[in-house]
């Protein structure tokens, strides 16, 4: 049951063969743990942006980044004014002191033009383009869509920040794996990174990195900083755009190839890896370690399994 439960990851630190993890996972598991908090280390930032009726799921992929980690999470959750007290209300009772902490903020944009940032999209998508501004005091963070469920520590997305080299600033995912289903290398009217672009639901940042890096682009031969940067590609692509927020991002990188670092689909597996044939070969190999829930999935029929490990998280004691 340990390896059905995808808790297989114990193998990837422990160097298990798969068939002892059955019967030796949870105290490898309790050893981890153990240690881990013999040894403390800095706290994980995690930023996540809800609007609308997106509380239950993000509340659901909050439990899994507590289940599943070892090290301290603090979470900045982005939200609407009217959403503030359900989430102190539910975030009050979980029983994890010392291990989470959470601050909650207001959805702001530039005033001078946040009728057009709101708009883009989806109402508050946009937000995540300005958490390098806003949370000047963090070094790094992992920002994840509502409708993400960790099924690995949160601390293996984030090693991935030790492998950056000299020059890169961020990592994320591929938006396909098989081109001839990609959407950016069939349909976008703009610029967008790789063969077949990027997806922003699973995003890793240096933001230290990010405020300091002057940013080449297709607008004026003068680099741009992150903050100078952002509502020029929107005047410039508004009209050209169908993922908000996301294609700005894969413009962005674009023109700045160096400093992306590209980790497997698995870290972000969505439907689209799966409704046409499997085409996330790493994850066949290696278990899913990610899941987003793209497409309302968790909420309709149309993916049963993506809804199964939803409900399990979400009603989990």
Known sequence: RCKNLSVSFWNSYWMLPSDVCGVNCFWEAAFRYDYMKTHPSEKMHLAVVACGERLEETVTMLRSAIIFSIKPLHFHIFAEDQLHESFKDILDEFPYEGKVNYTLYPITFPSESAAEWKKLFKPCASQRLFLPLILKNVDSLLY?????????????????LGKFNSTQIAAMAPEHEEP???????????????????????????????????????????????????????????????????DLLNIMFFHNPESLYIFPCQWNYRPDHCIYGSNCKTAEEEGIFILHGNRGVYHDDKQPTFRAVYEAIRNVS
């Open 180 to 246: 001839r289903i990609g959407w950016y290398n069939r349909f976008a009217r703009h610029p967008y990174y790789g063969a077949t672009g990027v997806n922003s639901g699973v995003m890793l940042m240096n933001m230290t990195r990010i405020r300091r890096k002057y940013f080449k682009n297709d607008m004026t031969p003068v680099r741009l900083q992150w903050g100078e940067i952002l509502m020029p590609l929107l005047k410039k692509y508004k009209l050209n755009i169908t993922w908000g927020d996301q």
């Open 144 to 160: 994840v869509d509502t409708d993400i469920l960790f099924l690995r520590p949160v601390d293996d997305i984030w090693s991935f």
